[in-house]
């Protein structure tokens, strides 16, 4: 949509947040960043990113998912959603190692629930974000945990619901002008595209809220 309203060509790649924040990180030369908003922040303290350039485009909770047709377990509670994991033969998120925010979250969830040990033995790791509900769908896994956007469109799998009370996290998603750039201006007109009611149509449509 970018590209037919402005006429710009863009080249995107894509990451798992904490990968893409070691990247730039890095010194890798881009124009623009999106990531977590934690990810953000701590580029434009290390001087990476313009920090005046910082805006919020979207945000997402985390959810639970199974194989379609299979029972959906009880998870209105902490103490429910800790009996549902322990019951389950099998649970995928994304390995907290890779640098995925929900993966980091889930697995300081399962250290509250006081199971961390126990999930240890059943865990699948994902490989990426996307594998999660696609490890659900093939039956490899027989619980998937990430944010809803991710999983609503997989074929094959259910939605159970959030995770419960204060054991959600929500994720907030931020653009930002690497500094470097060769093109400010139209850093700027993409990042300002997406925040236009077209753009955010496109978001809400992709299971996420526009900010």
Excluded: C, W
């Excluded at 350039?53 to 009880?74: E, F, M, N, Y």
């Excluded at 199971?115 to 033995?121: F, G, H, T, V």
């Excluded at 002008?177 to 201006?185: A, C, E, L, R, Y």
């Amino acid at each position: 949509m970018f590209e037919r309203a402005a006429g710009h060509k863009l080249a995107i790649t894509f990451a798992t947040g904490g990968a893409t924040i070691k990247r730039i990180q890095s010194g890798e030369a881009n124009d623009v960043v999106i990531a977590v908003q934690q990810g953000i922040a701590d580029l434009a303290k290390t001087g990476r990113v313009a920090p005046d350039s910082i805006v919020a485009l979207a945000s997402t909770g985390i959810s639970v998912a199974v194989r379609k047709g299979a029972p959906k377990p009880d998870i209105a509670s902490p103490d429910a959603l800790k009996r549902a994991l322990l019951a389950a033969k099998s649970v995928t998120y994304l390995n907290p190692a890779d640098g995925g925010a929900s993966g980091i979250h889930f697995a300081k969830v399962l250290d509250r629930l006081g199971i961390a040990n126990e999930m240890k033995s059943k865990t699948v790791f994902a490989p990426k974000s996307g594998a999660v509900g696609v490890l659900v769908a093939n039956g490899e896994a027989e619980i998937g945990v990430i944010q809803y956007q991710l999983l609503f469109s997989v074929p094959g799998i259910e939605i159970v619901g959030p995770l419960p009370g204060d054991l959600q996290s929500t994720t907030v998603f931020s653009a930002a002008i690497v500094f470097g750039t060769s093109d400010t201006k139209t850093s700027k007109a993409l990042i300002d595209f997406l925040r236009t009611p077209e753009a955010s149509a496109v978001i809400k449509a992709n299971g996420m809220d526009p900010s």
